[in-house]
């Protein structure tokens, strides 16, 4: 009988030994930087010839890993073989599945800070950043297992008498999985171990920007003892090899976390029908979004500016959850304003393996120039740049955490997800104009009221459109179990990522109704005797 779900505690890196502990790892971790790794198919190591290098944003001339470029061929062997370990891997039991999973977090466990590691070198995470990644990833494995035990269970129905009726989840088929490389732990190894725990076989295409991540995760998938081929590793370019792997007539899922613009395009891509394809392809998708938060008048202005730039700033706002929009109401946006410049300027930017850092480098030079691109708009839509505005892309991809105050409704700051550490300051007559502004875009993803009424408050339960709303705190941190992640509209399919309905996505129900005999024994019909 398996305890109850807890979610993971965090690090306390104000203790010595946990400090100690972290800067252990991150020197193991430097001795490692620059190897050759492979795909792997069906448990064959393969190298192409053809490499691409991981770069650490904050040094970005320091490679952290060099990965294969896939062929269409591989890709497409990928998901063959996937297709054929899934005919003996969708007949083990749910229960060793699932002790696999309970396997998988306790390595996790044992290597947390090697794992956080990576992510500072490879994504220039903070390392409370980078652990908290790397505790919902332990999250995600030990809650998945369990809801396996569940839906494995007996489900109920209504029973009739002469009859034996019973209702199994059954997996899918092969699952392509392509997660993002802001959480390059968490995401991707839940969406990983959903898919292999609920009986399907993967094809693992991590982002470009962080597979040494998802690698490392791979080792520790076949350390638990996850059989060749229920987990294929292929690197390299989405246009080569991604579009063959979602469009490939046995793939039978696609699971996506990304931007609008790439899931959109998955979700066409799959949608459309291949010769000898004999089902609908499911696609579980996260797309973005365009996150508020909203500040009453009646509140406590200092925890509200917390909240702000927690959520704006976290990991150089590259959350899809991030605060990019502070709309407030105008009886109080001066003294607001003035308080998120005040903290928004102690935030330290500098190099992610330093303990005092607060921000590091943003993901990659594209990201950079879009990032201070959408800063220039922003000024010349009359937007006034209270705190940061600058950037230096000498040494890594650095941008101040950026604060634009008196942004119009509808201008493109306000509108379109920036993915950067740019914040977007709105003004409000009152609270109906500021959930109107609120709801005025395509993305419904996260959102947060900061108010003591008791009315607004349930007014923004009700009128405020997004999948994950939270009041008088901050809008990004969800835990896995507590609160279940995802968005309306064009923030995704609104999977629930670390719920109780998130594994059903990844299977399908099968009712059987047995007529019994008169006088035909449980054990007679169970074949027993």
Known sequence: MQS????????????????????????KVRNDLGREYPLVIGGERIKTGRTFD????????????????????????????ADETFKSWSRTLPQQRAELLFRVAQLLRERRHEMSAWMVYEVAKTWPEADGDTAEAIDFC??????????????????????????????????????????PLAIMAGMTVASFVTGNTVVLKPSSDAP????????????????????????????????????HARTRYVAFTGSKEVGLRVNERAAKTQGGQIWIKRVIAEMGGKDAIIVDADTDLDAAALGVVQSAFGFQGQKCSACSRAIIHADVYEPMVEKIVARTEALKVGDPTLQTTSMSAVINQKAFKTINDYIERGKTEGGRVVAGGGADGEEGFFIEPTVIADVKPGATIEQEEIFGPVLAVIKAQDFDEALAIANDT????????????????????????????????????????????????????????????????????????????????????????
């Not at 979610?7 to 020197?27: H, V």
């Open 212 to 247: 040494v991540i998802a690698y490392k995760f791979f080792e520790l998938l076949e350390e638990a003892g996850l059989p060749p081929g229920v987990v294929n590793f292929m690197t390299g370019s989405g246009a080569e090899v991604g579009d063959v792997v979602v469009d």
């Open 54 to 81: 991981s770069v650490n944003p904050a040094r970005k001339t320091e490679v952290v890993g060099r990965f294969q470029k896939a062929t269409e061929e591989l890709a497409r062997r990928a998901v063959e073989t």
């Open 442 to 529: 395509q993305y419904g993803l996260t959102g947060a009221v900061y108010a003591n009424d008791p009315t607004k408050l349930e007014r923004a339960r009700r009128e405020f459109h997004v999948g994950n709303l939270y009041l008088n705190r901050k809008c990004t941190g969800a835990l896995v179990g507590v609160h279940p992640f995802g968005g309306f509209n064009m923030s995704g399919t609104d999977s629930k990522a670390g719920g109780r309905d998130y594994l059903g996505l990844f299977m399908q129900a099968k009712v059987s109704a047995e007529k019994v005999r008169a006088g035909y024994s449980d054990k007679e019909k169970r074949g027993v005797i």
């Open 4 to 27: 109850e779900f807890k979610n993971e505690a965090l690090t306390d890196f104000s203790k010595e030994e946990n400090a100690r502990a972290m800067r252990a790892a991150l020197d």
């Open 142 to 183: 030990e809650f998945y297992a369990r809801e396996m035990l569940r839906y494995a269970a007996p489900q109920p129905l209504v029973q009739i008498a002469g009859e034996e009726n019973e209702l199994r989840y059954i997996p899918l088929g092969v699952g392509v999985v392509i997660p993002p490389w802001n959480f």
